[in-house]
T-cell receptor, first 116, second 112 residues
Framework: DQQVKQNSPSLSVQEGRISILNCDYTNSMFDYFLWYKKYPAEGPTFLISISSIKDKNEDGRFTVFLNKSAKHLSLHIVPSQPGDSAVYFC???????????????FGQGTILTVHP | SQTIHQWPATLVQPVGSPLSLECTVEGTSNPNLYWYRQAAGRGLQLLFYSVGIGQISSEVPQNLSASRPQDRQFILSSKKLLLSDSGFYLCACNQGINYGYTFGSGTRLTVV
């Protein structure tokens, strides 16, 4: 049962344009969402997060949007740069339950390629 | 800040051989520790997590086991590897319900 889904395995974008990475979830208990970036042969690194009490969080070129009714979130990267080329993972957790121990459920990942 | 040391970076093991992957954490005490696996074409799957010494919870039934003999040491083991154990194994840590995971650099395990 894939509770967090990234339905696009890959995305190709021109440098300077916007990259939009999408993520859907099915567990209505999820109330905290994160995006991680991963380069080959390295561990993922934290990018940006959003709590379910918000619908938008921005950090420089990165913005995450959350649509709770649709159980959908997206990561926007503007402008995209070649160094952004990596695998992007969406992750979710149920904070309010109090027993999650920080466990995250990850999506399958989307390979972003930004062409110069 | 937290740092995770994970080794080896790559490992090729025959089917039926034992496995021991070690992860150590610096820069924090009493962290939550996790083992994740990324199989080919799939996302990161949580295998085990630990909230303290000797406390291990398994998320999925499998051929692997985990142990936490010290506060900042987390070990992933198997007595007999299967082909299906191949994948990229990641150790991660965080503090309490802080979701700012720190990941290790991972181990690429190939079972042949």
């Amino acid at each position: 049962d894939q509770q967090v889904k990234q339905n696009s395995p890959s995305l190709s974008v021109q440098e300077g344009r916007i990259s939009i990475l999408n993520c859907d979830y099915t567990n209505s208990m999820f109330d905290y969402f994160l995006w991680y970036k991963k380069y080959p042969a390295e561990g993922p690194t934290f990018l940006i997060s959003i709590s379910s009490i918000k619908d938008k969080n921005e950090d420089g070129r990165f913005t995450v949007f959350l649509n709770k009714s649709a159980k959908h979130l997206s990561l926007h990267i503007v402008p995209s740069q070649p160094g952004d080329s990596a695998v992007y993972f969406c992750a979710a957790s149920a904070l309010a339950g109090g027993t999650s121990y920080g466990k995250l459920t990850f999506g399958q990942g989307t390979i972003l390629t930004v062409h110069p | 800040s937290q740092t995770i040391h994970q080794w080896p970076a790559t490992l090729v093991q025959p089917v039926g051989s034992p496995l021991s992957l070690e992860c150590t954490v610096e820069g924090t005490s009493n962290p939550n520790l996790y083992w994740y696996r990324q199989a080919a074409g799939r996302g990161l799957q949580l295998l085990f997590y630990s909230v303290g010494i000797g406390q291990i919870s398994s998320e999925v039934p499998q051929n692997l086991s985990a142990s936490r003999p010290q506060d900042r040491q987390f070990i992933l083991s198997s007595k007999k590897l299967l082909l299906s154990d191949s994948g990229f194994y990641l150790c991660a840590c965080n503090q309490g319900i802080n979701y700012g995971y720190t990941f290790g650099s991972g181990t690429r395990l190939t079972v042949v």
